[in-house]
């Protein structure tokens, strides 16, 4: 069995300009902390985002976005880092908005080998401008495109030495997607367990979706993110 | 009791006992305050279905409900990850959304997302739930922070979705949706037929039941 083990900085070397990346959470819950902290010590630039925020103002990929290391940012909510609309107006990142479950459900066809997919949300709004829609049975459905990634990084709370994964209460969110619609996938996590120790039927993330393994240092407690 | 905890404990009144209910940020959020929490399932698009209230020495910073507040893990809970959860407001297994809003209109179309002029960077899951909720309540101050109507003939503001939601309640009055309008049933507290209409620009009927009650 060829080892999926390394360290943070061995894990992001892939990493290069121009890349889309995927990075769970929900805000800073099951985002994947030290992995993006490592992102914002690395020399590389025009990377697009997709994630349901961009951190917060300073804080998780908001220093990306600081650094000027973000080209475009995919998501649902931005308004949680008032950083990302000073950028946006300025030019000098693009944004592409999408309902919650729209991105979701996109990076879920992503990694299942669709294309994209019809759905009501968003119909009749600003943010279907511009999309192909369709009526079936009598209802308007609007397409929306599948996202892939080249790298996609996720927070898990244990991997098992093949690369199994199992979460954590809501810091699951966009995380089990996104492992499945990425080139390179790596994941962060709190335990690496021996193989066979992991419940089977608890087995979130199988291990063919994930390429490498690292364990965090620095992680989200009541009084904030802190170094291990 | 507060204006937004006179809403919210309306609002509770207005749900069926063992129903599905996704609870928005702001006055939405208080609704569960005022829910005996055995008889109802709350849903958080972040992924938990069978949200509680947590005690302060009990928060875990990994369980948050979609306004990134800390709650806690009812009996009976499950995790899912955001396309499932998602896929269960969508595929019409939510009983109820409570959402609030900037502006509302007598087809009952709602725009809570985005305002004219500002930035247009954030929609969340209101598109989602105002498609694939069951039923939609509305739970909003009768009036903006200037005193202007938020409850209008025609939304100004872009709208969420096309799809009418079934009940506004406000600071002044409940409002149910009866064919392609809204008819008035209730006054809250000391509010009178007269000041709803004045702070209302929509067209609404007013019930038989409460013009009876209000000697009309």
Redesign the interface.
Same mark, same amino acid.
């Given at each position: 069995m060829k080892s999926k083990i390394t360290d943070i900085k061995s894990a992001l070397q892939p990493v290069k300009d121009g890349d889309t990346l995927m990075v769970g959470g929900?805000?800073l819950?099951?985002a994947p902390l030290s992995l993006i902290d490592e992102l914002t010590k690395i020399d590389v630039k025009e990377l697009t985002v997709v994630s349901?925020n961009v951190g917060e103002a300073g804080k998780g990929l908001g220093i990306l976005l600081d650094q000027g290391k973000l080209k475009k940012a995919v998501g649902?909510?931005?308004?949680?880092n008032r950083e990302?609309?000073k950028w946006?107006?300025a030019g000098k990142l693009e944004?592409q908005?999408?309902?919650?479950?729209?991105?979701?459900?996109a990076?879920?066809a992503g990694g299942a080998g669709i294309g994209g997919f019809f @759905?009501?949300?968003?119909?009749?709004?600003?943010?279907a401008e511009g999309k192909e829609t369709k009526d079936i049975d009598g209802e308007e459905y609007v397409f929306e495109k599948a996202l892939k990634s080249d790298v996609s990084l996720v927070r898990a709370h244990k991997a098992d030495k093949l690369g199994n994964l199992v979460?954590?209460?809501?810091?699951?969110?966009?995380?089990?997607?996104m492992a499945t619609a990425g080139k390179y996938v790596v994941a962060e996590v709190d335990e690496i367990v021996e193989v066979g120790e992991l419940n089977p039927e608890e087995i979130?993330t199988q291990h063919i979706y994930v390429d490498k393994i690292v364990l965090a240092e620095q992680i989200? @407690?009541?009084e904030g993110v802190v170094q291990k | 009791m507060s204006v937004k905890d006179m809403i919210a404990e309306r609002a509770a009144e207005a749900l069926d006992e063992y129903s599905v209910i996704n609870l928005g940020i702001g006055i939405p959020t208080l609704v569960a305050n005022y829910l005996d929490k055995e008889k109802y399932y709350l849903h958080?698009?972040?992924?938990?279905l069978g949200v509680t209230s947590v005690a302060e020495e009990d928060?875990?910073?990994?369980?948050?409900n979609a306004g990134?507040q800390p709650v806690g893990?009812a009996v009976g809970a499950s995790?899912?990850?955001?396309?499932d959860?998602?896929?269960m407001?969508?595929g019409a297994h939510v009983d109820v959304a409570i959402l609030g809003v900037l502006q509302v209109d007598e087809s009952g179309r709602v725009a809570n997302w985005?305002i004219p002029g500002k930035?247009?960077?954030?929609?969340?899951?209101?598109?989602?739930l105002l498609?694939?909720a069951k039923k939609v309540i509305i739970t909003t101050n009768h009036t903006a922070k200037d005193g202007s109507p938020k409850f209008l003939k025609e939304c100004t503001f872009?709208?969420?979705?096309?799809r009418p939601v079934d009940m506004i309640i406000t600071d002044l009055a409940v409002f149910e949706r009866k064919g392609d309008g809204f008819e008035l049933i209730e006054l809250m507290g000391e509010t009178t037929l007269e000041e709803v209409a004045e702070k209302t620009e929509a067209d609404y009927t007013v019930s038989e039941a409460l013009k009876r009650s209000v000697g009309q």
């Open positions: 929900f805000g819950i099951g349901n649902s909510y931005f308004t949680s990302v609309a946006y107006n944004l908005l999408l309902p919650q479950g729209t991105l979701g459900e990076i879920r @759905t009501k949300t968003s119909v009749g709004t600003d943010l979460y954590y209460k809501t810091a699951r969110n966009f995380n089990p997607m979130a989200l @407690t009541k | 958080t698009e972040n992924g938990l928060i875990d910073p990994n369980i948050v990134k893990e995790y899912f990850h955001s396309a959860s998602f896929g407001i969508r985005a930035d247009i960077i954030g929609v969340g899951g209101a598109m989602d498609v694939g872009p709208i969420t979705s096309t």
